[in-house]
């Protein structure tokens, strides 16, 4: 199915191939000029909590990300959604992976701290998914602190360019871990620490791979893959419960 993107993320929120995953990106600006701010999960001290619906989107959804995120190759680390659930944490607008999701999971459970976005990809959904995957999707307000999940009530969560914005991770990794059933997965995808062009997060902001894997362990997850060669910008973290 092919789906019409609108423009258009979360929780406190987030280019060609490279030629080898050794070599450094060059930290010049992308050849557009364009900006590409992903820091939708800012904390309040950067006035997110006052930033108005088309500010959100702006951060969320830069021009340029449609390039980079290539969500399939996110969504193929799944394998086989036939009949999983799956909890796209900090969906924003839906765009990149909510509504993908829709399509190959048996149903998606979009999580939002704003409720201006939850309304936005309610409305999305109608538009952008046919009327049968409409029904594989539900949205729900969450807070900084609690997924708002039950226990066994999801297979996997997914968290894209949002995890270094949670205030206590590792008590917030031990919170999913709780929720997660027995071979549940949780699947971080976030910024690399090297350069890179991209302007936000700042590279100070940014958490390399060998922390973000350290602090799912401390949490009790095992790594069940850590791969940082499939996106040119990001790493992919793949831990199981």
């Not at 509504?99 to 538009?127: C, G, N, T, W, Y």
């Not at 049968?132 to 900084?144: A, N, S």
């Not at 917030?172 to 062009?197: A, C, D, M």
Request: glycine share 4%; aromatic share 8%.
């Amino acid at each position: 199915m092919k789906i019409q993107y609108s423009s258009a993320f979360c929780l406190l929120l987030f280019l060609s191939v490279l030629a080898s995953c050794a070599e450094d990106t060059a930290s010049t600006a992308p050849a557009d000029g364009t900006s590409t701010d992903t820091s939708r999960l800012q904390a309040p001290a950067d006035n997110q909590a006052e930033a108005g619906l088309d500010e959100l989107l702006k951060q969320y959804n830069p021009p340029g990300r449609d390039v980079w995120q290539k969500p399939e190759k996110v969504i193929d680390k799944m394998g086989d959604l036939s009949e999983k659930v799956v909890a796209d944490l900090g969906a924003g607008s839906g765009d990149f992976f909510t509504f993908r999701l829709a399509q190959h999971a048996k149903k998606v459970i979009a999580l939002e701290i704003d409720q201006q976005l939850i309304d936005l990809i309610d409305s999305a959904k109608m538009i952008q998914l046919k009327p049968e995957y409409q029904g594989r999707l539900e949205t729900r307000l969450v807070t900084p602190s609690d997924s708002k999940l039950a226990p066994g009530e999801v297979d996997i969560i997914l968290i894209v360019n949002t995890y270094i914005y949670i205030g206590d991770r590792i008590n917030y990794l031990k919170h999913l871990w709780s929720v997660l059933p027995e071979n549940g997965q949780l699947i971080i995808v976030e910024f690399k620490k090297k350069r890179i062009p991209i302007k936000f997060p700042s590279q100070r902001q940014r958490l390399e791979l060998y922390k973000t894997e350290n602090e799912l362990y401390e949490a009790g997850f095992n790594i069940k893959e850590s791969d940082d060669c499939s996106l040119d910008y990001q790493y992919i973290v793949v831990a199981e419960k």
